[in-house]
């Protein structure tokens, strides 16, 4: 068929991201077999700490590649404002994936989540991110659903740059480094993916234009405030001053109940489905547990003072992350579905039920197994004061059920690449 130097690109990022997917759930399945035999040859060959910055890499850019195939494909029935600048923009981001996997596999990253890539490569990716955001948003700044992703994208694009201009106080320095990463976390990625789902609901359910646009700006406010009070929760033991402490307190109510009224929200149009066959609507719910759990539940507990004295650099932090970034990447995959269909000019399914079967299920299971090993190593270590491999070893049974839910998601990914690779539009 013959597509526009849009819908080529929206599919290239297409494919790269259920790439991505297929390398971080790899990656991420190294790392945790090590938890249940930390002296096999792996561990020795692939260090977790190395094994571990790549998965979060990894996984961080397949959220941001689906996010931005999401705003690229909704620009394609519009129109973008320079598609030259696109084509550019999408080689500089393909060359971006390529350096990223290599300093991963060269054992360069450095820092903690969302802040391993080194200095260039996150200067390559505030290039990319504010390129990919006023191509799209000035092409298209017509469609509420662009203007909350183009705002979301450009939020990521600002707390990227703040990394890369660490400040001379050390405290001060962690301070804003943490704070950036929250808003990127739990503010930029879910209003992008906010969009995204709002867009999709124009095509899975019979919503009006006006009660869709009406609603995306109510929920990208709730998301801006519960991500806000998230991402505050690193600073109370930076010596952050004591009303944060206060604002600490008061999102164990705010941030669930933010996130409740974005389900409540959204049932309207997943109980009012069209004939719509290509499962966006599942993969959009799949997106809406997942905040329901990674922000709305266990960000709002963790922004106590009191609870977060005790659960950060647990797994329990380590599952907060993983799920803020899982949802997106769900809420991207239902675009896949939906924009290849539509590229197909078929209103047919692409992927199929068991994929997503196996990620919802390997993606929840694997969580709950991860939030009970962070339960239990609270316990045991801040509490009991059992030492750190004592508790590791004590926790086996909960990481294998962790490293199952793992191999059901890379299952499910699998299946999910190679339908999409059989049925994918040919370009000409």
């Known amino acids: 068929m013959n597509m526009t130097l849009t819908q080529q690109a929206a599919l290239r990022l297409f494919s790269q991201t259920i790439m991505l997917l297929i390398l971080w759930v790899l990656a991420a399945l190294l790392a945790a077999v090590q938890f249940l035999s930390p002296d096999a040859p792996l561990a020795r060959a692939l260090p977790y700490q190395q094994i571990g910055a790549l998965a979060n890499v990894l996984l961080h850019l397949a959220a941001l590649t689906g996010l931005l195939a999401g705003g690229v494909y909704i620009a394609a029935g519009e129109r973008v404002f320079h598609p030259g600048l696109l084509r550019y923009t999408s080689w500089l981001w393909t060359a971006l994936l390529i350096l990223a996997l290599l300093a991963g596999l060269l054992n360069i990253l450095e820092g903690r989540s969302l802040l391993e890539l080194p200095p260039l490569l996150d200067g390559l990716l505030f290039v990319a991110l504010l390129a990919f955001a006023l191509n799209v948003l000035l092409g298209a700044r017509q469609i509420p659903a662009v203007q909350v992703w183009s705002i979301g994208l450009l939020l990521s694009a600002g707390c990227t740059l703040i990394g890369l201009f660490p400040a001379g106080d050390y405290l001060a320095d962690r301070a804003l480094r943490a704070l950036a990463t929250g808003l990127n976390l739990y503010v930029a990625l879910p209003l992008a993916a906010v969009a995204l789902g709002f867009w999709l609901m124009h095509r899975f359910s019979n919503v009006t234009p006006a009660w869709a646009q009406m609603g995306i700006y109510t929920i990208a406010g709730l998301v801006t405030l519960a991500g806000t009070l998230v991402s505050l929760t690193p600073l109370h033991t930076l010596g952050a001053p004591e009303w944060t402490r206060t604002l600490g307190g008061l999102a164990l109510f705010i941030v669930p109940l933010c996130y409740l009224i974005y389900a409540s929200h959204s049932y309207r149009a997943l109980a009012d489905r069209n004939a719509t066959y290509t499962f966006a609507a599942h993969w959009y719910a799949l997106a809406l547990l997942l905040y329901l759990l990674g922000i709305g539940l266990l ?49 047919r399914r692409v992927t199929g039920l068991s994929p997503f079967w196996l990620v919802a299920f390997g993606a929840v299971g694997s969580a709950l197994a991860l939030g009970a090993a962070g339960v239990a190593q609270v316990f045991l270590e801040r509490r009991l004061s059992v030492g750190y491999l004592d508790t590791q070893n004590l926790l086996t049974p909960l990481y294998a059920g962790w490293v199952f839910g793992l191999l059901l998601l890379a299952l499910g990914a699998g299946i999910y690449a190679f339908s999409f690779w059989r049925r994918r539009p040919i370009r000409s």
Not at 317 to 330: E, I, K, M, R
């Open 299 to 347: 960000g709002g507990v963790q922004a106590v003072p009191t609870v977060s004295a005790y659960t950060l650099g647990t797994r329990l932090s380590d599952l907060q992350t993983t799920l803020a970034l899982l949802a997106p990447l769900a809420m991207a995959l239902g675009m896949v579905n939906q924009g290849t269909a539509e590229l197909r000019g078929s209103n």
